[in-house]
C-alpha cells in the first residue's frame, strides 16, 4: 500500500508538471503581438466647402492585430482639423489627414474651398459683420455683401497702404457692377479728382464670377475706366479667378476684366479672366489700359476680346501699354493668352499697343485684325521696349486688302517710331529677339513671321519662324516682312546703316508658301539704297538647326 502511495504522488506530480507547462505554453501564444500591416482610410480624398464636417473610417489589416487603437492628425489645421475620423473644414487650401495605428499610417487628401456667396444686387446700408478691419487697417471680406461695401468705400478711401484679402468666393450672378474705385483716363494718367484704389487686393486664389458691366454711367465719356476695378494707381491687384465676365460696352475705351486702367507703376498679377470683353477699343482680357509704367505678370485670359472701333488697340491680356518716361518702365511677363482677339488696327495676341516690355508670354488664340499692326503677341510696338522669348502658336489674319495697310507678323505687327517727345520721353531700338512663331500669317500689306513690317531701326535676332503660310498683298517674308526706312523718323539720333539688325534667325517657311507681290525668304528689304541695307541682314538661316549651329559656333 504505501508504494502505491507513492505511486500516486508521483504520478499525481507528473501531471501537474505537464498540465503547468500546457499552460505555460498557452499563455505564450496567447501573448503573442499580431503587428498591423496596412491601414487604409477611407475615403482617400475628400472635398469640402469651410464649416463643413464629415467622418472618415480608418480599417486596419489584419483584423486579429494586436492594437488597433488609431489616432489622427492633420498636416495643417487652418485647413481641416480632425478629431476621432471626423474632419472639420476650417479655410481654404489643401491638407493631408493620417491615420496611424500600429506605426503604420494611412492618409486622406482633403481639398477645402472657400463658401460662395452670392450678391442679390444690393448694397449695403451700414458696414456688415463680415467686412473685417484689423488694427492695422488690413481688411478681410467674408461674404458678397462686404465685398460690395468695399467697393463703395474705394469711391473715397484709396485703401493706401493697406492689404483687402478676399475670404470667400464671390457671385456676383449678372447684376450690373460699379467699378471699384470709378475713374476716367486722362493723357497718360487719370482725371483730377478721381477715385483711386492704391492698395492691395489680394483675391486669396478665389473666384469672382458673373461679373457683368454693359453701360457707361449716364454723363460719363468713353474714357471712364470699365472692369472690376475702375483705376489702380501703384496698386497691386492679384491672386483671383475672374469667372463668366460680361462686358459689352462698346462705347468704351479703357476695358479690361480685371482693371479699366493701370498707372503710377501698378501691378496685375496671378489673375485668370473667362467669359468676353467687347468694347470700342482700349481693351485687354485683364487690363484695359497701362500708361508709363506699372507691371502686368502670370495672367492668363481665357475669355474673346472684341474691339469694335476701327481707332484700335485690342490684346488679349492689355490692350494698350503705353506713353514712357525717363527712368519708368512697363513690363509684361509670364502671361497666357487662348482667347480670339478680334479687332482693326493695333490687335496683338498679348498686347495690341505697346512701349513695354513683353517677355516669356505664350498667345495661342486666334488674331484677327482689319487694318495696320496685327501680331501674334504685339500689335505695334512703338518707340522703346523689348520683345522676348515669346511663343506665338495661333493664326494670325488680317482682313484688310489693302496693299497701303502694313503690319501683319507672327510676334510683332509693326515696330515703328512716330510718338511725339512729349509723350514718348524715353525712347531706344526695340529688340525683338528670342521669340517662336507657328501660325500662319496672313492678309494686309506687308506680313512676315516674325515682324510684318520694321520702320527704321530694331533688333531682330534669335527667332525662330515655322509657319506654313505666309501672304500679304504687297510683301512677305519668313522673318520681317518689310523693311523701310522714314526720313521724318522721330528718333533723329539714330542711323538707319547702324541702328538695324535683323540677323541670326531662322525661318523654315518655304519660299514657295510666301505670297505677295515682292518677297523674300527671310527679310524683304523696301529701300531704294538697299545696298546700305545688305550687311545688317545676314546671316539668317532656313532651319532652327542651322541657327543652332552657328550660335554654337559664336559662343
Not at 507547462?21 to 499563455?27: H, Y
Not at 482680357?285 to 508709363?292: A, D, F, L
Not at 485684325?369 to 501680331?375: I, S
Not at 514657295?512 to 545696298?531: E, L, P, R
Request: hydrophobic share 40%.
Amino acid at each position: 500500500m504505501k508504494g502505491k502511495k507513492w505511486f500516486c504522488i508521483a504520478l499525481g506530480a507528473l501531471l501537474a508538471l505537464s498540465l503547468g507547462l500546457f499552460a505555460a505554453c498557452d499563455t505564450e501564444e496567447e501573448q503573442q503581438t499580431v503587428a498591423v500591416t496596412s491601414v487604409t482610410v477611407s475615403p482617400v480624398a475628400l472635398s469640402l466647402i469651410a464649416g463643413e464636417s464629415e467622418t472618415l473610417t480608418a480599417t486596419i489589416a489584419p483584423e486579429n492585430a494586436t492594437d488597433k487603437t488609431v489616432t489622427w492628425s492633420s498636416s495643417d489645421n487652418a485647413v481641416a482639423t480632425v478629431e476621432n475620423g471626423e474632419v472639420t473644414a476650417v479655410g481654404a487650401g489643401t491638407a493631408t489627414i493620417t491615420a496611424t495605428a500600429g506605426g503604420v499610417s494611412g492618409t486622406c487628401a482633403v481639398t477645402v474651398n472657400a463658401p460662395t456667396s452670392v450678391w442679390d444686387g444690393t448694397v449695403p446700408a451700414e458696414q456688415p459683420e463680415s467686412y473685417a478691419v484689423d488694427a492695422d487697417g488690413n481688411v478681410t471680406l467674408g461674404d458678397a455683401a462686404a465685398f460690395v461695401w468695399f467697393a463703395q468705400q474705394a469711391q473715397t478711401n484709396t485703401f493706401e497702404g493697406k492689404t483687402v484679402t478676399l475670404a470667400a468666393n464671390i457671385d456676383l450672378d449678372g447684376q450690373e457692377w460699379t467699378p471699384i474705385a470709378e475713374g476716367s483716363r486722362s493723357g497718360n494718367t487719370y482725371s483730377e479728382g478721381d477715385a483711386h484704389f492704391d492698395g492691395t487686393f489680394d483675391g486669396n486664389g478665389l473666384t469672382i464670377a458673373g461679373l457683368k458691366i454693359s453701360s457707361l454711367p449716364a454723363g460719363a465719356s468713353e474714357d471712364y475706366a470699365v472692369g472690376l476695378f475702375g483705376v489702380v494707381d501703384g496698386g497691386t491687384v492679384r491672386n483671383f479667378t475672374l469667372a463668366d465676365v460680361a462686358i459689352d460696352v462698346e462705347a468704351s475705351e479703357c476695358a479690361g476684366g480685371a482693371v479699366g486702367l493701370l498707372v503710377g507703376g501698378g501691378t496685375a498679377e496671378n489673375i485668370t479672366v473667362s467669359g468676353s470683353i467687347t468694347a470700342g477699343r482700349g481693351n485687354g482680357g485683364v487690363v484695359g489700359r497701362m500708361t508709363v509704367s506699372g507691371t502686368i505678370r502670370g495672367c492668363t485670359n481665357n475669355a474673346a476680346v472684341t474691339g469694335v472701333d476701327a481707332g484700335g488697340n485690342t490684346g488679349g491680356i492689355v490692350g494698350a501699354a503705353y506713353y514712357t518716361a525717363v527712368g519708368e518702365e512697363m513690363l509684361i511677363e509670364n502671361c497666357t493668352n487662348t482667347g480670339a482677339v478680334t479687332g482693326y488696327v493695333g490687335v496683338g495676341g498679348i498686347v495690341g499697343l505697346s512701349s513695354a516690355n513683353v517677355k516669356n508670354c505664350t498667345n495661342s488664340g486666334a488674331v484677327n485684325g482689319n487694318g495696320a499692326c496685327v501680331g501674334g503677341i504685339v500689335g505695334e510696338q512703338q518707340n522703346y521696349g523689348a520683345v522676348s522669348d515669346n511663343t506665338n502658336t495661333a493664326d494670325v489674319a488680317n482682313a484688310s486688302e489693302s496693299a497701303a495697310v502694313f503690319g501683319t507678323g507672327g510676334i510683332v505687327g509693326w515696330v515703328r517710331y512716330s510718338g511725339t517727345d512729349e509723350a514718348y520721353p524715353l525712347k531706344g531700338i526695340i529688340e525683338v529677339t528670342g521669340n517662336r512663331n507657328s501660325g500662319s500669317v496672313t492678309g494686309g500689306g506687308s506680313a512676315g513671321g516674325i515682324v510684318g513690317h520694321l520702320y527704321n531701326y530694331g533688333l531682330v535676332r534669335e527667332n525662330v519662324n515655322t509657319a506654313e503660310e505666309i501672304s500679304a498683298e504687297l510683301f512677305a517674308s519668313g522673318i520681317v516682312g518689310s523693311l523701310q526706312f522714314e526720313e521724318n523718323s522721330v528718333v533723329s539720333a539714330l542711323e538707319k546703316d547702324t541702328d538695324v539688325d535683323i540677323v541670326y534667325n531662322a525661318s523654315a517657311t518655304a519660299a514657295t508658301s510666301i505670297a505677295a507681290d515682292f518677297t523674300h525668304v527671310y527679310v524683304y528689304n523696301n529701300m531704294t539704297d538697299g545696298a546700305t541695307y545688305d550687311r545688317v541682314l545676314e546671316p539668317n538661316y532656313a532651319t532652327e538647326e542651322a541657327l543652332e549651329e552657328a550660335l554654337a559656333a559664336l559662343a
